[in-house]
C-alpha cells in the first residue's frame, strides 16, 4: 500500500533480464547468509518459525469443519497447486 499521496509502483519482473535477476539473487543470498552468521540470529529465528508454527495449527484446531484445505501452507500463505 502506498504512502497517503503517492502512487503505487509496480515492477513487471518478467521483463529483467535473466542475468540481473541472477545478480539480485546473488546480493540477497550472500546477505542473507552473512545475517545468519551473527551470533543468535538463527536461534531467534528458529523461535519464531516454532511459534508461528504453533499458531498456524492452532487456527486449523478453531476453525468450522466447512473451512477444510483452503491452499494454504502453514504460514497462511497460497500455495503453489501442480
Request: charged share 30%; glycine share 10%.
Amino acid at each position: 500500500m502506498p504512502a497517503p499521496g503517492h502512487s503505487a509502483i509496480a515492477i513487471d519482473t518478467s521483463q529483467i533480464p535473466e542475468h540481473i535477476r541472477l545478480e539480485l539473487l546473488s546480493i540477497v543470498y550472500d546477505a542473507t547468509a552473512a545475517y545468519f552468521q551473527q551470533p543468535g540470529v538463527e536461534e531467534r529465528y528458529q523461535r519464531w518459525k516454532a511459534e508461528k508454527a504453533k499458531k498456524a495449527e492452532e487456527g486449523r484446531h478453531d476453525r468450522p469443519a466447512s473451512e477444510g484445505d483452503g491452499g494454504e501452507d502453514a504460514g497462511g500463505s497460497p500455495q503453489r497447486r501442480t
